[in-house]
């Protein structure tokens, strides 16, 4: 028999050189695509998505509310510390896992009482005394001095929540934004609450955000609203009824094991639960929070709320500041890390629960109420005077930027309120026109031999202004 005989024809040498650098060209053009994708500014936070995204939209809003509107730029181009995101379903599991043991739940005992203020309007000794915490059965004054005005049914939902997403709208100051980028298993998980007032519930009902025939059970999307009556004040300043879920939010949901804390100004564009898994269970932190895109140390600070007029009470600001340098406010210069800086952004707060995290927010609410709202001043001197340490994750401003969008206040305010809330607003603008604004606005008009700060100043402005 014959035998058939198997050729093989092979592509010429040149052939196989073309064929060779196609694929070459190829895998560089991909990589350096993949770079370029990977570190451009718009991708400064490395993650990987969800396996089932939610694609549409939790809520969609009329269109005179303007949900959207205003929205601030963004100008960082770069990132020098990208975070990075684990797999959704693994991060699923462990967060699910850590809420649901028992045995870690760590607690403080608060004084009770009853007081003229929410939170008991204790003396600067007396706050600080508590500092020192090195015994778990000292009780420690923690608000709720008064009756904080919520239902029942809004208490018994909130008491249940082992991990919550929480902001606050008053006096119809932002909009309720929609969270972006859920995971399938994210709203079965985490619980999302929105604290507003009377004011911007007459806004939501205006707008028709909320139907008019449902006044028990609020939602908006993601969002359960919580409404804070008004019939038992709390404080007259907004903001600083605002500070209560900010600052207490442990008190408030008291099972739960992580909790988020989002201005209304800004919208989350990334899963509350990479981002807790990320920024807080990882590095092991017990808060998380970014830093201030413009300044590093509390006097900086103090003298932008002056001279943008942010908080009207210029005086006050200033016996704050003597306060905290006479009982050793630290330069931000001789910080050492993990402290790279002593201003936060504090539109966005994570934070672990547990005694360390309870505690600073405790102490921190207990100095908004001596002096103001204005969270950026009491920071360092808090974080820096307790014991035990807080462990603190600062992040970068790139990537705050990263994670959510920051829209500006709203610009034009419906006119739903009351005559009486109407009446009680110019009491207050008029009453803030005829505070003393003396022109601490620079450092010439310190007088730094009488000045509790002299140390503090002279090394953050450095030798040329002795």
Not at 87 to 103: F, G, R
Not at 334 to 345: A, C, G, I, W
Request: net charge positive; charged share 25%; with cysteine.
């Amino acid at each position: 028999m014959g035998k058939f005989i198997t050729t093989t024809v092979t592509p010429s040498l040149y052939v196989r050189s073309k064929l060779l650098c196609f694929s070459l060209l190829y895998l560089f053009t991909t990589l350096f695509l993949f770079l370029y994708v990977s570190l451009s500014n718009h991708q400064c936070v490395f993650r990987y998505s969800p396996f089932d995204p939610i694609q549409t939209k939790l809520f969609s809003y009329p269109s005179s509310y303007g949900e959207h509107k205003y929205a601030l730029p963004t100008h960082r181009s770069s990132c020098s510390s990208p975070v990075f995101f684990s797999d959704y379903w693994t991060v699923l599991k462990e967060i699910q896992s850590i809420c649901s043991d028992s045995s870690l739940l760590e607690d403080l005992r608060y004084i009770n009482g009853k007081s003229e203020t929410f939170g008991g309007n204790f003396s600067t000794h007396k706050r600080f005394s508590y500092f020192n915490h090195s015994k778990n059965d000292v009780e420690v004054p923690c608000g709720f001095f008064r009756e904080f005005p919520i239902s029942n049914s809004d208490r018994a939902e909130m008491e249940k929540c082992g991990l919550v997403v929480a902001s606050a709208i008053f006096n119809d100051h932002d909009k309720i934004r929609q969270p972006v980028g859920l995971g399938v298993k994210t709203l079965e998980t985490v619980c999302f609450y929105m604290f507003i007032d009377d004011k911007t519930l007459n806004s939501l009902l205006y707008h028709n955000v909320i139907p008019k025939n449902n006044q028990r059970d609020y939602r908006v999307g993601a969002w359960r609203i919580i409404k804070i009556s008004t019939s038992k004040k709390l404080y007259l300043n907004p903001a600083m009824n605002g500070v209560i879920p900010k600052y207490l939010i442990h008190r408030l949901f008291p099972r739960s094991k992580f909790s988020v804390w989002i201005d209304a100004k800004i919208q989350l564009m990334i899963d509350p639960l990479l981002l807790i898994h990320s920024m807080l269970v990882v590095p092991g932190a017990d808060i998380a929070i970014s830093k201030h895109p413009f300044f590093v140390n509390t006097m900086e600070e103090a003298m932008a709320t002056a001279r943008w007029k942010k908080w009207s009470d210029v005086d006050g600001l200033r016996m704050q500041m003597e306060t905290y340098c006479e009982l050793g406010l630290k330069p931000w210069s001789s910080q050492k890390l993990p402290y790279p800086t002593d201003v936060p952004d504090s539109a966005l707060i994570l934070r672990r629960h547990g005694i360390r995290n309870n505690l600073f927010s405790c102490f921190m609410f207990n100095e908004l109420e001596a002096f103001n709202p204005r969270d950026q001043l009491a920071f360092a001197f808090v974080r820096d005077h307790i014991n035990p340490k807080v462990k603190m994750n600062m992040f970068e401003v790139e990537v705050f930027e990263q994670v959510v969008v920051e829209y500006r206040h709203n610009l034009k305010k419906t006119e739903t309120s009351s005559y009486e809330e109407r009446e009680e607003e110019q009491k207050q603008e008029s009453l803030k026109t005829t505070q003393k604004r003396k022109s601490w606005l620079d450092h010439e008009s310190w007088s730094l031999n009488s000045s509790s700060c002299k140390t503090y100043l002279m090394e953050m402005w450095g030798e040329s202004h002795h």
